[in-house]
Structure formats: structure tokens, C-alpha cells
């Protein structure tokens, strides 16, 4: 069973197209890699269903309604959370805040101080941070801010977790590190996953299936082994003939 849906979905700014006619689903559990070289489209369609970018034409659905022209906390309640490439916490409250107010956001209760200081650190345990919560979230490494980012993500509870990039940056150690705390997450969680990497390597082993995005269409559908041997995929991404 789908449990999102892209039918038909273009944007373009101006006169300049980022998507053309993309049709897209997500299964339920399931690790869908999007792979595509810089200008695909690919951060375009996470702003397009998050709710953060009203698409030129067509629609996309979650579950079994219509989530487009909802503002992005709309969609955030519903279940769909996601990471930006460049991560931007509140520099001036703790990691333990940071988080609190992702539980604040994306939560349907009202809980008192005692018990979302209680989740909050809950989730900061789940990605490695809990010794860092009473800290500046200024004062981390760009590593600890990935993972940070990665808390305030999990914490608004979603069915539907857009990763957008979460390894830019890292070196080839924590890079590993941080497939390995995807997967413990997703190991815990019952979410389905959308992963944007430029490492292939990393980007195999997360998912289930890859689409491939070139100047805003799909190009390729498929297995991860399949799609990495595939001749178009290596003309438009790797530039081999």
C-alpha cells in the first residue's frame, strides 16, 4: 500500500523548469533512495511535499488525501517530517531545547515541562546526543549538528522521514556512522524513509529502491543494483559513455 503518492507534479520559477511531470510512491516501510546529480529536482520535490513549495501543476497525496497547498506544520502534524541539506538549530538554546520545540511543533499534545524534558531526551539518546543536551547547539560539530537535525526530525513522531543530504559535509567515518544511526532508527520506528545522498555507496545501502532524477524527470526506477549498473544512470550521473 502507498503511503505517498506524487502524481503529475511539475514546478517551474519563472522560466525556469526544476520539475517536469513526476509521478512518485512511497510504501509503507519502505527506503526509497533519490539519486540525482545538483539541479535534478531533487530538494525541489522535498520542498513540494513538505509543504514548504505550492507545485506548478499536479498533486500529491498522503495516505489516502490530497496534502497539496498545506502550509508545512499542517503537513509536519499529519506525519510527513524532514532535514534540510544545511542545518540551521537555534544556535542560542541547548540541543535539549532544540529538541523540545520540534516535540512542541510537530505534537498534538500539550505536554507539561517534566515530560517533554523527558522525551527530549529520549530522542537525543536514540541518536547519540544525550550526553550534549544541556550544550549550545552553536557550540557542536558539524556532525553533532546533523545528528541534531536528525533528532528534531524524529521527534514531531512521523510516518514519513524526508533525509535530505544528511551526510554533506562528513567524512567517510561519520558518514558511515550515520547510515548505521538510519537504520537503528528505522529499525525502531515504524517510518518510511525518502533519502537524498550524493554518496552512492551510502545511498546502497540505506534503501530498498532508487529513483533516479535528471533535470527534473525520472529516469530510472529500481533496484539499487540494478540502478547503479543501469547505462543511463551512469551517462547522466557518472558521465561515463
Keep these: 500500500m502507498s503511503l505517498l503518492t506524487v502524481r503529475g507534479v511539475a514546478k517551474a520559477f519563472g522560466g525556469v ?22 539541479g535534478a529536482g531533487k530538494t525541489t520535490l522535498f520542498g513540494i511535499i513538505a509543504g514548504h513549495i505550492r507545485p506548478t ?16 506544520d499542517k503537513v509536519c502534524r499529519l506525519g510527513i517530517a524532514r ?7 537555534f544556535a542560542g538554546l541547548t540541543v535539549r531545547e532544540n529538541v523540545e520545540i520540534a516535540l512542541l511543533f510537530g505534537s498534538k499534545s500539550r505536554d507539561g515541562q ?3 524534558s523527558e522525551k527530549a531526551m529520549t530522542v537525543l539518546a536514540e541518536v547519540g546526543l544525550e550526553a550534549h543536551a544541556g550544550a549550545l547547539a552553536a557550540t557542536l560539530t558539524l556532525s553533532a549538528r546533523k545528528r541534531l537535525e ?5 521527534a514531531t513522531d512521523p510516518e514519513l522521514l524526508l533525509l535530505d543530504e544528511v551526510m554533506a559535509g562528513l567524512n567517510p ?3 558511515e556512522d550515520m ?5 537503528q532508527i528505522k529499525s525502531r520506528r515504524p517510518l518510511s524513509i525518502v533519502v537524498v545522498e550524493h554518496v552512492v555507496k551510502a545511498l546502497t545501502a540505506l534503501s530498498d529502491r532508487i529513483v533516479v532524477l535528471h533535470q527534473g524527470e525520472i529516469i530510472v ?11 543511463t544512470v551512469r551517462s547522466a550521473y557518472f558521465g561515463d559513455e
Design 221 to 231: 526506477d529500481g533496484l539499487p543494483s540494478e540502478v547503479v549498473r543501469h547505462p
Design 83 to 89: 532535514t534540510f541539506q544545511i542545518v540551521r538549530p
Design 114 to 116: 517534566d515530560i517533554l
Design 179 to 183: 547510515v548505521e544511526l538510519i537504520k
Design 150 to 154: 536528525v533528532a528534531r526530525a524524529i
Design 57 to 72: 501543476s499536479g498533486d500529491v497525496w498522503f495516505h489516502d488525501r490530497s496534502i497539496r497547498g498545506l502550509s508545512p
Design 17 to 38: 523548469r526544476a520539475l517536469g511531470s513526476v509521478d512518485l510512491h512511497v510504501q509503507q516501510g519502505e527506503t526509497l533512495g533519490l539519486m540525482g546529480s545538483n
Design 173 to 175: 567515518r561519520e558518514g
